[in-house]
C-alpha cells in the first residue's frame, strides 16, 4: 500500500519509493526488515514515524535517507537529482557528535565535506548554532555536552546543511519529555523554514501530536 | 561461572585486544627467553673453543732438585728440557751455525695425546724434529745431519727425521709459576725435538741447573657450560695439586688462562645481550601497556553495564584478575615457544632447559607485565578518568614533560656517558689473583638514561607537533584532506594522547633495531678489522723468497702488496721498522683513521708519499724524544748502518706490527738506504673473493713449507678472544627478527586498533557524506604521521643510542672504530616493514570504514 504526504507544497517529489523491501542475511537466517512499502514525500511534509520495535523503521529511515540501499524496489530523490549524499539531513537516535571535534566544528564537517571553504563552513556552523540556541557551546566538545545539548548541536548541523530531507530516528529517545517536545519543535521550525520534508520515527504519541502526518509500520509494512 | 562467561565474552567480542596484550607479553617473553638460550649456547661454545685451543691443559714443572711422586689426574706425559749451546749444519762443505736453544724431550706418543702441540710441516714425526724456524735458519732438511754443541760435553750429532710447527711454542716455552710480566718475552729461537730415549742419552749429562722437567696433562674435558664455572674448577684443581705437591712443583695452567680469558669475554657478552636486549623488552611492555590502554573507553562501557546489573567490586576484582591471569598466561606460554623456536632455528646448542634461570625470570617477566598493565586497565579503565577531562588542543604537558624530565634525563645521561667513558674506563674488570671479575654496572646508566629521555623527548616533540604545530600536519595532510585539513589535524589534534604514544613507541622501536643493528654491525667489521690488524692481508707470506709476480699468479690471488719489514734502533730502543709503497699500501690493507692520531690513514700516507724520508712513529716514541714534525731522527740499523728520517707523524696501530713502538717508512727510501735490504719482505695479497684459507693453501703448494703462509680465516680464530669467536649474526637475527616484530606491533597494530576503537566516527563522517577519499585523509594523514615520526625520530635517537653504546662498550672493540658501520641490510628490512606494514593498516581501516556506516553503528 503506498503514502503520500499531504501537506507538501507543490513540485517535484523529495523522495519516492516503489514497493521497496529490504532483507538482512541470506537463506534460513534471512530476515526482512521491511517490504512492499511505497511512499512519496513532498517538499514540506512533515510525518510521523510510528510502530513497535522491530517493525522497521529505522530501516525505512536510512532507505529514505540514501543510507541504505533496498533489496528489491526502487528510492527515487527526484528533487535531489537522485543524489542523496550529504543533501538529507540525519539525527540519530544515540549521540551522533564526532568526539574529536567542537560542536562548531561538527556542525561544519558536512559543509567542508560538500566542498565549502573553511571560513564559510565556520560561519554557516556559527550561525546555525545560534539559531538553535546554542551558540555559547561552540566550543564545547561532545563529552561536556548534555544529552539535549548534543542532540541541538545535531539539529544545528542538519540546519547548516540546507537539506531538503530531514530524518530524525527517534531524536527524542534519551531526552525528558520537556527538552524532548523542544527538540522535535525545533526540528519542525528548522524543516519548516527550509521547506524541506521532514520524517521522525517516535514511539512517543506527544511527539506525534505535533506533526500532521502519521505513518504506522507492522512487521515492515506501511499502513496508512 | 560468571568468571568464565566473562572471559567467554571477552575472547569472542574483545579477542583482538586480549590477543593483542597477550602478543605484547609474549614479545617481552620470548626477547630475554631468546636471549637466555642465545647466551647459554654462546657460552658454551666459548668454554668448548677454549678447551680445543689450547695444545696441553697444564704443564707441571718439578722444583730444581725435587722430585714429583704425586700422580698427575686425567692423561699426562713427561716432557725433559735441556738448554743447549748452538746447533750446527755442515753440508757440502758449508757450515750453518745457529745460536743457543732447547731440546724436548719427548715419549713417542706425544703427538697423540697432544695433537695441537705440533704440527709435521715435511718428514716423518718419527725421530729427531726441528722447529720450523730453526730448520730454515740451518737450511736444514728431512736427512740433514746436524751437529748440537752440548754445555760441558763434547758436541753431538742428531739426523733430523722431519721439520714441525709449534703453534703452542709461547706457552710451551713459558716460565712456569713466573707472573705474566716476567714471562720470556718470545720463544726461543732453535728448538730441536727428540725422542726421550735420545734426549736422555744426549744430556743427561750436562749440568742439572740447564735441565727441566715437566709433566704435561691433559685433563677430562667435561667441564660447566659456562666459562666462569669452569674456570673455577680448573683453576682449584690447579691449586689442589700444587698443595699436594708440597712444593715439588708447580702447574702452569694454560687451560686455566684460557678460561680465564672466555670468562671475561663470557661476561662481556651478557653485558652486550642485556644492553641490547633490555630496551627490547621495556618497549614491549609498553607495547602492552598500550595496546591495553586502546579499548579503554570499551573498557569503562563493558564495565559500566557490568556495575548496573550490581557487579560487587569483588567481582570486578575477580574478573579482572581472571583476564589477568588468562593474558598473562597465554603470552607468557606463547612468549617462550617463540624463544625454543628461535634458539631452534639458530641451531643453538642450549634450549629452554639448558638456560633455566633465564626461562623461568622470562616468564615471571610475562606474568608481571600482565599485573603492571592489564590488570590495572582492567579494574579501572585509563577511559573511565580520562573521560572527565576535556580534549584541549595543545593543553598541559603530562607530568614528566611539564617539568623537563626528558631534557634532565637526556642531560644526565651525557653527563654520566661522559663520566664513565673517560680514558682507562673499564667496564669489566679482572682483579690480579682474585677468580671474581666484576662488572661497572655504573656505566649502563648512560644508555639507559638516554632510552628513556630520548623516549620522552621523542613524546615531546609528537604532541607539539600535534598541537601547537598542527598547521604543518593541516598542511601535509592537505593533498588529501583539501578543505577537510583543518578538521584531520584538529582532529588528531585532540587524540594527541594516543596518538603520541603511538609515534613515541613506533620511534623506539625504529631506534631499537637501528641501535643493535648498527652495533652488532660495527662489532663484526671490528673483528675483521683486528684479524686484518694481525694478519695484515687476506693472505701474508714471509720468509720467501718468491716474487710478486710469482705469487700474483696463484690463482684466487687478486693484488700483492710488499711490506718491508727489519728492525732499527731509536736511540738504545730496538724498534720494528716498516717500510710501505704509499701510492698502493691503502688498496691493498685496512687502514683505520684511529690508527693515526690527529690525522687520517690517507693524511699519514700522503706525507709519506710527499717526503720520501718521512716516518711515523709511536706516541711513546714521540714522548720519549719530545718530537716535533720535521725533526731529524737518524735509526741504526742492524747491521750498524745510520739512516737519517723526518718525523712525519704518529701511528699507533699498522698490518702485522706489534702493539708496541714501531716504525713506518717508505720502502723505496728503506731500499736505497740499505741495498743489502734493512730486513726480509712480506707479502700481502687480497683475494678476489676466494676463501683466503683455500688460496693460503695454494700459495703453500707453490711455495713450500718453509714460507711463513697466514690467512685471515685461520687468524681470526687464533687471535680473536672467544667473544669474537662467538658469532655475532645469531644475536643480530634474534634482535633484527624480535625488533622488527616490536616495530611491526607498534605501528600497524596500534593503528588498526585504534582505528578499530573510532569505527563509529568513520561512520558517522560516512552519514555525513564522507567520501572514501576524504575518510582516508583521516587514516592517511594518522600513518603518515606514525611513519615520519618513527622514521626522523627513530634514526635520530638509534643513532645516538648506537654511538653510545659503541664507547660504553668500547671494551668489546680491538681496535676502537673510527666510525659507526650502517647496518644496510637491517635498515632496509626494517624500511621493508614499514612500507608492508603501515599502508596495510591504513588499507584495513579504510577497507573498514567503507562498510555500510548503518552496519557499522548498528554493531558497535
Not at chain 1, 539559531?131 to 563529552?143: E, Y
Request: hydrophobic residues 50%.
Amino acid at each position: 500500500m503506498g503514502v503520500t504526504g499531504v501537506t507538501g507544497v507543490m513540485g517535484r517529489a523529495v523522495v519516492t519509493c516503489q514497493d521497496v523491501a529490504r532483507t538482512y542475511g541470506r537463506g534460513s537466517k534471512a530476515v526482512v526488515a521491511v517490504h512492499g512499502v511505497s511512499c512519496t514525500l513532498a517538499p514540506g511534509d512533515q510525518v510521523a514515524l510510528m510502530g513497535p520495535s522491530g517493525s522497521g523503521k529505522t530501516t525505512l529511515l536510512h532507505l529514505l535517507a540514501g543510507l541504505d540501499r533496498p533489496t528489491t524496489g526502487t528510492v527515487a530523490w527526484p528533487e535531489l537529482d537522485d543524489r542523496p549524499r550529504g543533501r538529507v539531513g540525519v539525527v540519530f537516535q544515540g549521540p551522533s557528535l564526532l568526539p574529536p571535534l567542537d560542536a562548531a566544528e561538527n556542525v561544519a564537517l558536512p559543509l567542508l565535506i560538500a566542498g565549502l571553504p573553511d571560513v564559510d563552513a565556520r560561519a554557516m556552523a556559527l550561525r546555525a548554532l545560534d539559531s538553535v540556541g546554542i551558540g555559547d557551546l561552540a566550543g564545547k566538545l561532545p563529552q561536556e555536552l548534555s544529552g539535549g545539548q548534543a542532540q541541538r548541536v545535531a539539529v544545528a548541523r542538519v540546519l547548516a546543511g540546507s537539506p531538503r530531507l530531514i530524518i530524525a530516528d527517534e531524536p527524542t529517545a534519551q531526552l525528558d519529555s520537556a527538552l524532548a517536545a523542544r527538540v522535535v519543535e525545533l526540528l519542525i521550525t528548522v524543516a519548516r523554514r527550509l521547506t524541506a520534508a521532514l520524517v521522525i520515527a517516535t514511539h512517543d504519541q506527544m511527539i506525534a501530536g505535533l506533526l500532521p502526518i502519521h505513518w504506522r509500520m507492522r512487521d515492515g509494512a506501511l499502513e496508512c | 561461572m560468571l568468571t568464565i562467561l566473562w572471559l567467554r565474552g571477552l575472547l569472542t567480542r574483545r579477542g583482538g585486544r586480549l590477543a593483542g596484550a597477550a602478543a605484547g607479553i609474549a614479545l617481552a617473553v620470548a626477547l630475554p627467553a631468546a636471549l637466555g638460550v642465545f647466551l647459554a649456547s654462546a657460552k658454551a661454545t666459548m668454554t668448548t673453543r677454549s678447551v680445543a685451543r689450547v695444545a696441553v691443559d697444564w704443564q707441571v714443572e718439578a722444583q730444581p732438585g725435587a722430585k714429583i711422586s704425586v700422580p698427575m689426574p686425567g692423561t699426562s706425559r713427561q716432557v725433559d728440557f735441556a738448554q743447549f749451546d748452538g746447533l750446527e749444519n755442515r753440508q757440502s762443505g758449508r757450515t750453518v751455525p745457529t745460536g743457543p736453544g732447547r731440546a724436548l724431550g719427548l715419549p713417542g706418543d706425544y703427538a697423540t695425546v697432544f695433537p695441537g702441540q705440533m704440527r709435521l710441516l715435511t718428514g716423518t714425526a718419527s725421530g729427531a724434529l726441528l722447529a720450523q724456524q730453526t730448520a730454515a735458519n740451518l737450511r736444514a732438511v728431512p736427512g740433514s745431519t746436524i751437529i748440537v754443541h752440548r754445555p760441558g760435553l763434547p758436541d753431538a750429532q742428531v739426523k733430523i727425521a722431519g721439520v714441525v710447527e709449534l703453534p703452542e711454542a709461547d706457552s710451551l716455552f713459558q716460565r712456569v709459576g713466573a707472573p705474566p710480566g716476567a714471562q720470556p718475552t718470545a720463544p726461543p729461537d732453535n728448538v730441536l725435538i727428540l725422542p726421550s730415549s735420545e734426549w736422555h742419552a744426549l744430556f743427561d749429562a750436562i749440568p742439572r741447573d740447564r735441565v727441566r722437567t715437566q709433566f704435561h696433562v691433559r685433563l677430562d674435558h667435561r667441564l660447566p657450560p659456562d666459562p666462569a664455572d669452569a674456570y673455577i674448577k680448573v683453576t682449584g684443581a690447579a691449586r689442589n695439586l700444587e698443595v699436594r705437591m708440597a712444593g715439588t712443583g708447580l702447574a702452569g695452567d694454560n687451560l686455566g688462562a684460557a678460561l680465564g680469558a672466555a670468562r671475561e669475554d663470557a661476561l662481556y657478552s651478557q653485558l652486550l645481550f642485556v644492553f641490547l636486549g633490555v630496551p627490547g623488552v621495556v618497549l614491549a611492555i609498553l607495547l602492552t601497556a598500550s595496546i591495553t590502554r586502546v579499548g579503554a573507553v570499551r573498557r569503562a562501557a563493558d564495565q559500566a553495564l557490568l556495575r548496573t546489573r550490581g557487579a560487587s567490586p569483588a567481582t570486578f576484582l575477580r574478573l579482572a584478575l581472571a583476564e589477568t591471569l588468562a593474558v598473562g598466561v597465554a603470552g607468557a606460554v606463547v612468549g617462550l615457544g617463540l624463544a625454543a623456536l628461535t634458539g631452534w632455528l639458530s641451531h643453538s646448542t642450549a634450549g629452554l632447559g639448558g638456560a633455566a634461570g633465564w626461562t623461568i625470570a622470562s616468564a615471571v617477566v610475562g606474568l608481571l607485565v600482565a599485573c603492571g598493565t592489564v590488570l590495572p586497565a582492567a579494574l579501572r579503565p585509563a577511559g573511565v578518568v580520562a573521560g572527565r577531562a576535556p580534549i584541549t588542543i595543545g593543553g598541559r604537558m603530562p607530568v614528566p614533560l611539564r617539568y623537563g624530565l626528558d631534557l634532565v634525563l637526556i642531560a644526565a645521561s651525557l653527563v654520566v656517558f661522559k663520566l664513565t667513558s673517560g680514558t682507562g674506563h673499564q667496564l669489566v674488570l679482572v682483579p690480579e689473583g682474585l677468580t671474581q671479575i666484576s662488572v661497572d654496572y655504573w656505566a649502563f646508566a648512560g644508555p639507559a638514561l638516554l632510552w628513556a629521555g630520548a623516549g620522552l623527548l621523542m613524546w615531546r616533540l609528537t604532541r607539539l607537533l600535534l598541537g601547537p604545530g598542527r598547521a604543518i600536519v593541516a598542511r601535509l595532510s592537505s593533498p588529501l584532506a583539501g578543505r577537510l585539513a583543518g578538521t584531520v589535524a584538529v582532529s588528531l589534534a585532540r587524540q594527541a594522547g594516543p596518538l603520541s604514544r603511538g609515534v613515541t613507541m613506533a620511534a623506539l622501536a625504529v631506534a631499537f633495531v637501528l641501535s643493535t643493528a648498527t652495533f652488532n654491525a660495527t662489532y663484526r667489521r671490528q673483528a675483521l678489522v683486528d684479524a686484518v690488524l694481525t694478519n695484515g692481508a687476506d693472505v701474508t707470506v714471509t720468509r720467501s723468497t718468491a716474487t710478486e709476480a710469482q705469487l700474483s699468479a696463484v690463482p684466487g690471488v687478486s693484488g700483492v702488496e710488499p711490506l718491508q719489514h727489519g728492525f732499527a734502533y731509536v736511540g738504545s730502543d730496538l724498534q720494528d721498522l716498516y717500510g710501505v709503497r704509499p701510492g698502493t699500501v691503502l688498496a691493498a690493507t685496512h687502514l683505520q683513521d684511529t690508527y693515526f692520531p690527529g690525522d687520517t690513514a690517507a693524511g699519514a700516507v700522503k706525507k709519506l708519499a710527499a717526503r720520501p724520508d718521512a716516518l711515523l712513529v709511536s706516541q711513546e716514541t714521540v714522548n720519549d724524544f719530545q718530537l716535533r714534525p720535521g725533526d731529524l731522527l737518524r735509526l741504526r740499523t742492524q747491521d750498524g748502518r745510520i739512516v737519517p728520517f723526518h718525523y712525519a707523524g704518529i701511528v699507533t696501530e699498522f698490518p702485522t706490527a706489534p702493539r708496541d713502538s714501531f716504525l713506518v717508512a717508505n720502502a723505496s727510501y728503506l731500499a736505497s738506504a740499505c741495498p743489502g735490504g734493512c730486513g726480509s719482505t712480506t707479502f700481502l695479497i687480497s683475494t678476489d673473493g676466494t676463501a683466503p684459507h683455500l688460496v693460503a693453501d695454494r700459495v703453500r703448494d707453490r711455495l713450500g713449507p718453509d714460507a711463513g703462509i697466514t690467512d685471515l680465516d685461520t687468524t681470526r680464530k687464533v687471535v680473536g678472544s672467544s667473544l669474537t669467536a662467538v658469532d655475532l649474526s645469531g644475536l643480530s637475527a634474534i634482535e633484527l627478527g624480535y625488533g622488527l616484530a616490536l616495530a611491526a606491533a607498534a605501528t600497524g597494530l596500534l593503528l588498526i586498533l585504534g582505528f578499530t576503537e573510532r569505527r563509529r566516527t568513520f561512520a558517522l563522517a560516512r552519514v555525513l557524506g564522507a567520501r572514501p577519499r576524504q575518510l582516508g585523509a583521516f587514516i592517511w594523514t594518522e600513518v603518515g604521521l606514525v611513519a615520519l615520526g618513527a622514521t626522523v625520530l627513530g634514526a635520530a635517537a638509534g643513532w645516538a643510542l648506537a654511538q653510545m653504546l659503541v664507547v660504553v662498550l668500547t671494551g668489546v672493540f680491538d681496535p676502537a672504530p673510527d666510525q659507526l658501520a650502517v647496518p644496510w641490510g637491517q635498515v632496509a628490512a626494517m624500511a621493508a616493514v614499514g612500507l608492508i606494514v603501515l599502508p596495510a593498516a591504513g588499507a584495513l581501516a579504510l577497507r573498514a570504514a567503507r562498510r555500510p556506516p548503518l552496519t557499522v553503528l548498528r554493531d558497535l
